[in-house]
């Protein structure tokens, strides 16, 4: 398989953002099909063999303007073919917000969009993928948050095909309107050399 990187840098408003498209295929190993076993999934292979495609986009965005949060998104999707030649499919993915400086503006706009884009598929999913991508996002040795969160879940395969992919392409839709204002706000924002170090050291970690 393959797939399309674009990165943009340098520029006024973004220091580097990189999007990444990408459509693989092959056989699971060994290796990744015990880690699919552990997270519930029987698997029937011929030969050994499991055969699998897999497929997302993600993307990564860096501001200059340390007023300006960095965001993330991935969404993708991932198929088995079984001995029999049933098919095995699920969905992940999630979108957060890495602010350096808190605004609770920003982060009530972040999070309410995405809300109303998961409380149109099911009254859970905001709560439930909020919670998970609290717990993704802790960084454990330094007893700390990576940003402010947002939405994550992965093995999502019900109700049905057609559904799942509809809420996942929902999503997606949210990026742009859940951080182009915040972006537009902050644009001009002054900011001392003191605050372009600090976004550095958040940025290292």
Sequence with gaps: GGG???????GKVFEKAGVNVSVVFGYLTEEAAKQMRSRGKVLKGKDG??????????????????????????YRYFEIEEEDGSKQWWFGGGTDLTPVYIDKEDAF?????????????????????????????YVRHRGETRGIGGIFFDDLDSPNQEEVFNFVKGCARTVVPCYLPIV??????????????????????
């Excluded at 399309?4 to 340098?10: G, L, T």
């Excluded at 990564?60 to 949060?69: A, D, E, F, L, Q």
């Excluded at 001392?192 to 970690?205: A, L, S």
Aim: glycine share 2%; net charge positive; hydrophobic share 30%.
């Design 4 to 10: 399309i990187s674009c990165v943009m840098q340098d």
């Design 49 to 74: 063999k499991l055969p699998f495609c897999a497929m997302g986009v993600s993307s990564v965005i860096h501001p200059k303007n340390p007023h300006i949060p960095t965001v993330h998104f991935n």
């Design 109 to 137: 706009l972040f999070h309410n969009t995405l809300k109303e884009a998961c409380d149109k598929h099911h009254p859970k999913y905001y709560a439930d993928f909020k919670k998970w991508c609290d717990r993704y996002f």
């Design 184 to 205: 537009k706000k902050h644009l001009n924002d002054s900011f001392t050399p003191e605050e372009k170090d600090w976004q550095q050291v958040r940025r290292g970690r």
